[in-house]
Nanobody, 122 residues
Framework: QVQLVESGGGLVQSGGSLRLSCAAS????????MGWYRQVPGKPRGLVAS???????TYADSVKGRFTVSRDNSKNTVYLQMNSLKPEDTAVYYC????????????????WGQGTQVAVSS
C-alpha cells in the first residue's frame, strides 16, 4: 500500500509562487512516473506535470515555462514549483504515482493523494 501526502497549497496573488510537495510512503520498489494533476469543479482531472523514474518530464502546455516538476529519490518525494501563477491555475492539485510496485504486493498500481487546494487571486 502506498500513501501520498501533499502539502504546500494555499492562496496566492496572481504572479506569485507556490511549491507543492508530495511524500510517498510505503515499500515502493519501482514506479513509472510521479506527477501532479489538477481539477476544477465540472471538469475532468488533467495532467499538470510528471517525472519518470528516469527523469523524463512532461508538462501541460498551459504551464510550460512556469512550473517545474522535480523529485528527491532519497525521500520518495515529488515537488511542483509553480511560478508566475495565474487565476486559471486555481484548482485542487492531486499527486499521483503510476505503475508502482510495492513489496509484498503482486502487480503494478496507481495511487492518488487526497488533493491540495491552490487558489490564485487576480
Amino acid at each position: 500500500q502506498v500513501q501520498l501526502v501533499e502539502s504546500g497549497g494555499g492562496l496566492v496573488q496572481s504572479g506569485g509562487s507556490l511549491r507543492l510537495s508530495c511524500a510517498a510512503s510505503g515499500r515502493i520498489l519501482s514506479f513509472y512516473a510521479m506527477g501532479w494533476y489538477r481539477q476544477v469543479p465540472g471538469k475532468p482531472r488533467g495532467l499538470v506535470a510528471s517525472i519518470t523514474s528516469t527523469d523524463i518530464t512532461t508538462y501541460a502546455d498551459s504551464v510550460k515555462g512556469r512550473f517545474t516538476v522535480s523529485r528527491d529519490n532519497s525521500k520518495n518525494t515529488v515537488y511542483l514549483q509553480m511560478n508566475s501563477l495565474k487565476p486559471e491555475d486555481t484548482a485542487v492539485y492531486y499527486c499521483n504515482i503510476n505503475r508502482a510496485v510495492t513489496s509484498g504486493v503482486l502487480g503494478e498500481y496507481e495511487y492518488w493523494g487526497q488533493g491540495t487546494q491552490v487558489a490564485v487571486s487576480s
